[in-house]
């Protein structure tokens, strides 16, 4: 699990305690830190999302904002998987802010980044650039580390919706990651029209969650999530940009398995596969930008 550092501060503005975990680093400049494959530099385009982002942070040991105080171009043939139109740099850093680790980290860092060419097949001067990072330290290699994710500039914008998601996060650890639906039943009502369809997911620890689904005659249909044993039909929908819509929204399958069905009749089916499509509509598109 991360660790979250408190009220993001930069560096040189924290107390000596907090300095004490720093580890006194050195930059690396032998030919095998060359020869590891690195992340490209993300290229300008769509914004970032949500989903973009909750994604980075849950696969990153390490999430920290740096200043590139030195690059240096690695040859070609010392950058394997190398893509057409790109340079690998080495690059030399200071870092600014650590937001999350689940180790310490020095004041300089190294690392490798692709960046795209510019129409002359020139890298392009990213010295004095803050960039975010998603990385993880190298194995004996003190201050030296790899790229998980592409590097990103740094801003004010960005800066305050990644430090919004790793609190998200820590707020929401017991949250399971959602692997598939295991059993879906739905039970018409007395009245025309009414109708209570359930839906039992399968987690990534083997916590329960569930979807109820509720129709009423002459009312919209209404849905929750409920993340616990108890099957609440008070349940809501996860608010937009929360952990609790990320599980869904990004996990969830385009249809109903067959073999989740615990109903045999057409009629039982068709309700509870028209339900879950109002679920998916609610809950909208789990949008990356990121690939």
Not at 34 to 60: H, I, K, M, N
Not at 185 to 209: H, K
Not at 227 to 232: A, K, P, R, Y
């Amino acid at each position: 699990m991360l660790r979250i550092i408190p009220n993001f501060r930069p560096l040189h503005d924290v107390g000596v305690a907090a300095l004490a975990l720093i580890v006194p680093c050195t930059i690396l400049a032998q030919d095998p830190v060359f020869a590891q494959e690195s992340a490209p530099v993300a290229e300008a385009g769509p914004r970032v999302t949500y989903a973009d982002l909750v994604g980075l942070v849950e696969r990153s040991p390490l999430i920290a904002i740096v200043e590139i105080a030195d690059q240096a171009r690695v040859k070609a043939e010392r950058a394997p998987g190398l893509e057409p139109g790109h340079a690998r740099l080495y690059l030399e850093a200071k870092t600014t802010a650590l937001l999350a680790s689940r180790t310490p980290l020095g004041e300089s860092v190294a690392y490798l980044a692709d960046v795209p060419l510019d129409a002359k097949e020139k890298a392009p001067k990213l010295k004095k650039q803050r960039f975010i990072l998603f990385a993880s330290p190298v194995a004996g290699q003190p201050g030296s580390l790899q790229l998980v994710a592409p590097q990103l500039p740094a801003g004010p914008e960005i800066e305050a919706r990644l430090r919004t998601v790793i609190a998200q996060l820590a707020e929401a650890d017991p949250l399971p990651s959602i692997k598939g639906i295991r059993d879906v039943i739905s039970i018409p009502g007395n009245l025309a029209g009414e109708s209570e369809t359930q839906m039992f997911l399968d987690t990534s620890n083997g916590a329960p969650v569930s979807l109820s689904i509720i129709r009423r005659p002459g009312q919209p249909p209404r849905w929750g999530v409920s993340w616990s044993e108890i099957v609440d039909q008070s349940a809501r929908p996860p608010e937009p940009e929360t952990i609790e819509w990320y599980r869904l929204a990004c996990s969830l399958p385009p249809e109903l398995p067959e073999d989740a069905f615990l109903q045999n009749d057409r009629a039982s089916r068709a309700r509870a596969q028209e339900d879950y499509a109002f679920i998916l509509q609610d809950l909208g598109p789990c949008e990356h930008s990121l690939g």
